[in-house]
T-cell receptor, first 112, second 114 residues
Framework: DAKTTQPNSMESNEEEPVHLPCNHS???????IHWYRQLPSQGPEYVIH???SNVNNRMASLAIAEDRKSSTLILHRATLRDAAVYYC?????????????FGGGTRLMVKP | GAGVSQSPRYKVAKRGQDVALRCDPI?????LFWYQQALGQGPEFLTY????????KSGLPSDRFFAERPEGSVSTLKIQRTQQEDSAVYLC????????????FGPGTRLTVL
């Protein structure tokens, strides 16, 4: 799987938007961009995924660059419960059963 | 509905002991994954099952690690002759067949080897 690069940590104020960046310059045409997050003492949980177009769901939005070499996870109003490690992961759409390859992720701290 | 459950949640073992970690996936989920997460790092893949077939075990770090899923539902990860470097959180995840959309993770088992 292609590699992703994320900042080690970010800080945000409560109720403000948060933009978490991810670089994936070697992404292939069949790679989906997935985001998972891991709250303290829990297993990771799925947040969102996309291929080319921007995506929205109840948890977040995913903005994908036109050349697909980077993406941004957007939390519209951060809450204290959003404090977690956020992982950006590429998954090959042609390999439905493949594992997730986690990097170091971005630790998001939310200040009240 | 019920999510993925793992037991025990915490396990302390003396070096050299054998341990068995259990995973109960979401009912009907065909795919099951085991991951190992060292302190301060992201999870790393260990092995993958589709039903009872172990299709990928490339991430198992040594022949002391063994996983099984005999009836295609519950899975057990066994570690023989545990070493201190085996101390980690072991995560289990399940997903629907042919689904690259989402893996559902359990809370993990924290293994400490003394």
């Amino acid at each position: 799987d292609a590699k992703t690069t994320q900042p080690n940590s970010m800080e945000s104020n409560e109720e403000e938007p948060v933009h978490l960046p991810c670089n994936h310059s070697t992404i292939s045409g069949t790679d989906y961009i997935h985001w998972y997050r891991q709250l303290p003492s829990q297993g990771p949980e799925y947040v969102i995924h996309g291929l080319t177009s921007n995506v929205n769901n109840r948890m977040a939005s995913l903005a994908i660059a036109e050349d697909r070499k980077s993406s941004t996870l957007i939390l519209h109003r951060a809450t204290l419960r959003d404090a977690a490690v956020y992982y950006c992961i590429l998954r090959d759409r042609n390999n439905a059963g493949n594992m997730l390859t986690f990097g170091g992720g971005t630790r998001l701290m939310v200040k009240p | 509905g019920a999510g993925v459950s793992q037991s025990p949640r915490y396990k302390v073992a003396k070096r050299g002991q054998d341990v068995a970690l259990r995973c109960d996936p979401i009912s009907g989920h065909v795919s099951l994954f085991w991951y190992q997460q060292a302190l301060g790092q992201g999870p790393e893949f260990l092995t993958y099952f589709q039903n009872e077939a172990q299709l990928d075990k490339s991430g198992l770090p040594s022949d002391r690690f063994f996983a099984e899923r005999p009836e295609g539902s519950v899975s057990t990860l066994k570690i023989q002759r545990t070493q201190q470097e085996d101390s980690a959180v072991y995560l289990c995840a399940s997903s629907l067949a042919d689904s690259y959309n989402e893996q559902f993770f359990g809370p993990g088992t924290r293994l400490t080897v003394l």
